[in-house]
């Protein structure tokens, strides 16, 4: 069995939109101690959110892409990305700091934004 976290993804609803940078590392250090390797992090509503007049998070999506630097090669860390905030530049540097994985997300009627969100990825 694979587990993947999602707690500094999903559970930043819980704090705001994020949790701080300190926190995501914290996270992420017991996370990949407790050989749990495949984590989703960053801003509540995704990569991009913020750009696109989402909730205010403590950190930027760029601040998240450089902390996760040192843990990259220990594990698959990832971002939800939002299909209606798909942005190709963002992407591709998530991709240059070393991103493992961005899990595309869509509401019902939205295909045609999704299919354009994975064509990014």
Do not use: W
Request: aromatic share 4%; glycine share 12%; charged share 20%.
């Amino acid at each position: 069995m694979k587990i993947m976290d999602c707690t500094l993804r999903d559970g930043a609803n819980v704090v705001g939109a994020g949790f701080s940078i300190s926190m995501t590392k914290l996270i992420i250090e017991g996370l990949l101690n407790s050989h749990i390797t495949t984590i989703e992090m960053g801003h509540c509503t995704g990569l991009g959110s913020m750009q696109n007049g989402g909730k205010i998070a403590p950190v930027s999506d760029e601040e998240y892409l450089d902390a996760i630097a040192p843990y990259v090669r220990k594990g698959h860390i990832g971002m939800f990305q939002s299909a209606k905030n798909a942005n190709e530049k963002l992407i591709h540097k998530a991709a240059e700091k070393g991103l493992s994985f961005l899990r595309i997300g869509a509401n019902a009627g939205d295909g045609d934004t999704a299919i354009q969100a994975i064509k990014m990825v």
